[in-house]
């Protein structure tokens, strides 16, 4: 079996379970699929409040093949893990999440907004003990149907290797959109990069985190660590083209 279909047969396993516990069958686009494992890397933290129905983030620690690690954050309601639980301890307990990536303009210290991404968790299985796993491999797939919303920008390393950045806009229902920023790399970043504005795109990838210090101002060498999220493309489809690149 591949990679991609073990995942997929992972991910429909923790979105079936879940379903069987709610009717919130409307929660699971299909413009916008994330299916995640890994580790819980800090306790939960309360975010917010809707309806009585209370919020927590925190964040997956995902190993790739390299051995290098991305932190994905998640938002998932108490209601999804159950209210007792979150009482206990769950850092470090090995956890298979299902959602959608958003993103929120939240507004920062300085004043100025900033586009905050989130993974939206509509089903979760958390585990005890790792020995109640089929498997323990590591999954970070992500698959979006959006609209190219900014020019694309190509550039090449000092080494020659070809990176394309693109933001994206995924449709949610009730007219809501999430802004997604992606990149891509060789020929699917040349290729991206001969699109335009406003064309309908599909791509696979990962969430991809990445750690920058943030200088205050331009004149000074204070500031702070912050992290970065993308979505690193494994292969893109112009939806007009019905063909796919990668």
Excluded at 90 to 106: D, I, T
Excluded at 150 to 179: E, M
Excluded at 199 to 216: A, D, P
Aim: proline share 2%; aromatic share 10%; glycine share 6%.
């Amino acid at each position: 079996m591949s990679d991609e279909k073990a995942v997929a047969r992972r991910e429909n396993n923790v979105i079936t379970r879940q379903k069987e516990n709610s009717t919130a069958e409307k929660l699971f686009s299909e413009f916008n699929k994330v299916f995640v494992s890994g580790k819980i890397e800090a306790e939960f933290e309360y975010s917010h409040e809707v309806l009585w129905e209370k919020f927590y983030r925190t964040r997956i620690r995902v190993e790739r093949l390299s051995g290098t690690e991305d932190l994905v954050p998640i938002i998932v309601s108490d209601l999804l893990i159950g209210r007792e639980r979150m009482k206990n301890s769950l850092k470090g307990k090995w956890v298979e999440v299902a959602g959608q990536f958003r993103s929120h303009n939240k507004e920062g210290e300085d004043g100025r907004k900033h586009l905050e991404l989130f993974l939206f968790v509509t089903a979760i299985n958390i585990y005890e003990d790792e020995d109640e796993l089929e498997e323990t491999t590591n999954a970070n797939l992500i698959y979006l149907d959006g609209y190219l919303c900014k020019p694309p920008v190509y550039r090449k390393t000092p080494l020659g290797r070809q990176i394309t950045d693109f933001l994206i806009a995924v449709n949610r229902p009730y007219g809501k959109s999430d802004y997604i920023p992606c990149i891509a790399w060789g020929r699917v970043a040349q290729w991206v990069s001969e699109s335009e504005t406003g064309n309908r795109v599909k791509l696979y990838g990962r969430i991809q985190s990445r750690e920058y210090f943030k200088r205050y101002s331009a004149d000074s060498d204070a500031g702070e660590h912050r992290i970065a999220y993308e979505i690193s493309v494994m292969r893109m489809q112009r939806v007009e083209d019905l063909r796919l690149e990668g």
